[in-house]
């Protein structure tokens, strides 16, 4: 053992508090490459095998040569406070500079110009945050010591998980003054990845590979097609399982409605998503933790961020796109524990969820080039003047901005975006390659599904592992765990929650773009309003499917189930008379007139379309879509009593918003929207 | 872009990108450097490296090597700075880039920029351009003679050369792009404001403008900073027209007259309808008139291929 070694292992024992303490093989060469090469090096190993050791000791041995703070780039909010903790255990003194504690930066940032700051954690999202970008990285990347990227397979767009502010940590790489140590590390890369992120991070790069083998680990897959019979399934199942776990879901709708489903069976469960602020994803993770829940029912937003060593069972109620992607998800069970399970289902939704994904993964050309082009006319844009110039959702611009951004191809400045002096060429082949690689990926994840080999096997292959070898535990290997049969009473109980789900209709309140003095949202708003269905589900929504395109009338039974709703939700006051937006057919006018009937209250044909719009399914941003029908519809009669305003479909809420606003100024009472289906969509 | 190691140190050393309070080396400090590394057989990247110290090369003061580690030591920041402006669409050339301009090194000696910062077609900088340099606040006759004279450079297939203010450089520059000519602005402040106008965007896209400057892309003016503009104009120019220059005075006549002094570049004057009180005397310390527009081609050097000329510089 060299004096570089002891020091190293002195290091280790004081971290992990045993002086028996030995380095895994892969860990000593790592810190080596950093500290006494100053070179780059890219980490692929499981999780818990001990890459955090890596850099905190590599920055210890660093800083006693008197080099610069470590500063390590990583999307885990819990693993900060952990690695806080961990690194004073080997003297070091670290901090964190998130959006929750602005107001300590300051005192923060003094310190590390005095040099007191041994170790930053920054998410990668503060990268791209132009303020931060000119005020505090200077300061932060002066005598920057050693640069970290954790999870760096998110650095290339050939993974499973790409995100656009890690794009821009390959800028800063290749900024920084050679002389820089990097170390990426990483649970899930393939070798493909793996050529990509050395391609970005430098041609000199170091890989340090391990086995992906998890030896606690039964897989297991279960083909239950329906969505109804798959709820059924979690119900009966999870209160057998040990320990508590995540079932993963693809969309954030699911994973809510999972959720409220357990729940409704008595099983201690919540809902986790992307879509909730962090503070509360927060405390969902430690009450998982804590033992306080069985189940978190999650997106891929509960991916990364949570280190739970003791998750007993991860279950997939829809499959992910791509092998790796679910290795990773399941990968969060058993860590810590003797076994756990991780269940694959598989339904008829998975590949329609998954095409959407891979379809909708990049901006297209045409949209990117429009939004190009208007940006270099213009001195600076709004993201408000940017929407009124391209009909995409407003996520779908952001997210295209944020590629733009990390390419060059725009800036920002203030509340403004601008185009780049850099003329940016759309990379069609490369977006046709990925997009490719995808597909193959989604064929690879239904050959799991259908594959009689070794699960574990399979996935460490796809993980281009080559140590990979037959488990001996799966249900390939042995006989199945679990059975797919399922009760049918719990069936039923599942598809009237599918069929009974009510969707609120809020208003819309602030005028999208300049629009005229005609839409007066101030004076005249509509209540909220309720739909039925969410478009696509199973249950009635096949019926309000099959009523719009195939049989040109909505059945009797929607009528019915409308009805009920609008009893069960009863606004106050209490609607006297109903009205309809006419449509091309009379589809919307003859279940109106049956459901007026059916409430017992007056139909009234007030609307007149007077300008031929286009369907408003089209459009995709609220100023495209209130341009649309404003000026599309006259109030040729009504009456002054509450009324209820009927439409098969509502998206964008725009139609009513702006149809209810003219029959409120023609002088009719409060107006309440109702809808057969919601068609808008919530990613994950 | 990715920046070679060469270029971050120069960048590094040189600007004041990261801090504006960064005591970077000026030109002829840079250059003076640069020459005894690389007698010693050193390259900028050197100063990467672990275990190299300015201090064991010999001719170099403790002074200057404590000034470069400083300026090291926040590299970091600069080079970040260099890779925020990129995404902006701004490109850095520095001397050791091998599409820098030649004349550069051959007019300004150890006043060449190690730096250069631009937009758009930096081609366009290897082909020696004709200057057109006059007032701010010109009269319609003088308006007149920019726009032939600029069309003339057109014609005989140069490049515009000007210094993207007000007045003669503008109409100048203006004449040549519709023309279909290129055109090179020479700022001394102000990069990144240029590109946020409009219509300049559709110029750069059209491949045929190129801005350049050698002060930091978001710097302000400063006198120093137009006197190096100044001087950049006149070196990228195989001659440089002076349509209208006050006398004794002013941003044109102490270009005009540093060119002369200095032989930094060609000066000639305009004679005739439009031009300055200061041209006559232009002539008289030397500048060759031109009298009639056409005339142009007579003041131009033979086309000889840039490549050419470099090996004759270096042979020699």
């Not at chain 1, 733009?404 to 490369?430: H, N, T």
């Not at chain 1, 369907?615 to 609220?622: C, D, G």
């Not at chain 2, 106008?197 to 750069?204: F, R, V």
Request: contains cysteine; negative net charge.
């Amino acid at each position: 053992m060299d004096s570089f070694e002891a020091n190293a292992t002195r290091l280790l024992r004081d971290l992990t508090g045993s002086d028996q303490t030995r380095f895994r093989p892969g860990q000593l060469e790592a810190i080596r490459e950093i500290v006494e090469e100053r070179g780059r090096a890219i980490v692929v190993q499981r999780t818990g095998w001990g890459k955090s050791a890596v850099y905190l000791i590599a920055t210890a041995l660093l800083r006693s040569e008197g080099s610069g703070a470590t500063v390590i780039v990583s999307p885990l909010l819990v693993l900060m406070r952990n690695q806080l903790e961990m690194a004073e255990r080997v003297g070091l003194s670290a901090k964190t500079v998130n959006s929750a504690n602005t107001a300590e930066w300051e005192e923060i940032f003094d310190a590390i110009s005095r040099n007191e700051v041994d170790l930053l954690l920054i998410s990668p999202e503060r990268l791209n945050n132009p303020q931060f970008r000119e005020e505090v990285m200077p300061k932060l990347f002066n005598r920057i010591g050693l640069l970290v990227i954790d999870e760096v397979h998110c650095i290339s767009d050939w993974g499973h998980d790409f995100r656009p502010d890690y794009r821009r940590l390959q800028r800063v790489v290749g900024a920084l003054p050679p002389n820089v140590p990097v170390l990426g590390t990483t649970a899930t890369a393939n070798d493909r990845v793996v050529a990509d992120v050395a391609e970005q991070l430098g041609d000199d790069l170091k890989v340090i590979r391990g086995s992906l083998e998890r030896d606690s680990l039964t897989l297991q897959v279960l083909e239950i097609p329906h969505m109804a019979e798959r709820m059924a399934w979690l119900a009966q199942t999870i209160p057998q399982l040990p320990g508590s776990g995540i079932v993963y879901c693809l969309t954030v709708h699911d994973a809510e409605r999972v959720g409220e489903w357990l729940r409704s069976c008595g099983i201690e469960a919540h809902s986790y998503t992307g879509e909730m602020d962090n503070e509360a994803r927060l405390e969902i993770e430690q009450r998982l933790t804590g033992g306080a829940l069985k189940v978190v029912v999650a997106t891929s937003a509960l991916a990364m961020g949570y280190d739970n060593p003791r998750i007993e069972f991860v279950i997939h109620f829809q499959t992910p796109g791509s092998p790796i992607a679910y290795y990773q998800q399941v990968g969060r069970a058993g860590r810590a524990v003797d076994k756990a399970y991780g269940l694959a289902l598989s339904g008829w939704e998975d590949q329609d969820i998954q095409d959407w994904f891979i379809s909708n993964a990049f901006p297209s050309q045409i949209d990117t080039e429009t939004v190009l082009r208007n940006l270099a006319r213009a001195e600076g844009s709004t993201i408000q003047e940017i929407e009124g110039g391209v009909n995409l959702r407003r996520s779908r611009i952001l997210s295209m901005l944020k590629i733009l951004e990390v390419e060059g191809a725009v800036f920002r400045q203030g509340s403004k975006w601008f185009r780049s002096a850099k003329k940016w060429v759309y990379p069609q082949d490369r977006i046709e390659a990925v997009t490719a690689s995808r597909r193959a990926e989604q064929q690879a994840m239904k050959d799991y599904i259908s594959t009689d080999r070794c699960l574990m096997e399979f996935l460490r292959r796809e993980l281009d592992d080559k140590a990979a070898a037959r488990c001996g535990r799966c249900a390939n290997c042995l006989t199945p765990f679990f059975s797919a049969d399922v009760d049918i009473h719990l069936t039923e109980k599942a598809l009237s929650l599918l069929r009974s789900t009510q969707i609120e209709i809020a208003p819309r309140k602030q005028r999208p773009c300049d629009l005229g003095a005609e839409l007066n949202l101030s004076d005249h708003s509509v209540e909220p309003g309720r739909c039925l269905v969410r478009w696509g589900d199973p249950g009635l929504a096949e019926l309000v499917r099959s009523g719009k395109y195939d049989t040109g009338r909505f059945e009797d039974d929607l009528v019915e189930a409308m009805t009920g709703m609008i009893k069960a939700w009863s606004p106050t006051p209490s609607p006297t008379w109903l009205t309809f937006v006419p449509s091309s057919t009379d589809v919307v006018e003859d279940f109106a007139m049956r459901l007026a009937a059916s409430l017992g209250i007056e139909v009234v044909e007030s609307l007149r379309r007077i300008r031929l719009s286009q369907p408003q399914k089209t459009m995709e941003n609220s100023c495209q879509q209130a341009r649309n029908v404003l000026g599309a519809f006259e109030v040729v009669d009504h009456r002054p009593g509450p009324a209820l305003l009927v439409d098969d479909m509502v998206d964008s809420r725009w139609t009513f918003t702006v149809v209810g606003s003219q029959l409120r100024g023609a002088g009719s009472g409060p107006v309440y929207p109702v809808a057969l289906a919601d068609t808008s969509r919530g990613g994950a | 872009m990715t920046l070679s190691n060469d270029a971050k140190a120069i960048i590094t050393l040189t600007t004041r990108l990261g801090s504006r309070s960064r005591p970077s080396l000026t030109p002829r400090m840079w250059n003076n450097l640069a020459t005894v590394l690389r007698d010693s057989g050193h390259e900028p990247s050197d100063f990467f490296d672990r275990g190299f110290d300015l201090r064991d090369v010999p001719g170099v003061s403790a002074d200057l090597a404590d000034r470069v580690d400083r300026l090291l030591d926040d590299g970091a920041a600069a080079t970040l700075e260099a890779d925020d402006l990129s995404g902006k669409g701004i490109w850095m050339m520095t001397l050791v880039d091998e599409r820098y301009p030649s004349t550069l090194v051959s007019r300004l000696g150890p006043d060449a920029p190690p730096v250069l910062f631009g937009v758009g077609t930096r081609s366009l900088l290897q082909a020696n351009g004709v200057g057109i340099v006059g007032s701010r606040n010109v009269d319609e006759a003088g308006a007149k003679v920019a726009a032939s004279v600029a069309e003339e450079v057109v014609r005989v297939g140069r490049s515009v050369v000007s210094g993207a203010a007000r007045g003669v450089d503008q109409l100048a520059m203006n004449a040549a792009y519709s023309r279909g000519g290129t055109v090179i602005g020479v700022l001394a402040d102000s990069l990144i404001g240029r590109i946020q106008k409009s219509g300049m965007l559709e110029a750069l896209d059209s491949e045929a403008t190129c801005l350049v400057s050698q002060q930091a892309p978001s710097s302000g003016f400063t006198p120093a900073s137009a006197m190096s503009r100044n001087k950049l104009i006149y070196a990228l120019s195989d001659v440089t027209v002076v349509i209208a220059s006050d006398s004794g005075s002013g941003g044109t006549w102490s270009g005009a007259t540093e060119a002369i002094k200095s032989e930094n570049g060609r000066v000639v004057v305009w004679r005739g309808s439009g031009e300055g009180p200061g041209n006559s005397e232009l002539q008289n310390l030397g500048a060759p008139p031109l009298r009639d527009a056409s005339k142009l081609g007579s003041f131009l050097e033979q086309d000889t291929p840039e490549a050419e000329q470099l090996s004759l510089i270096d042979g020699g």
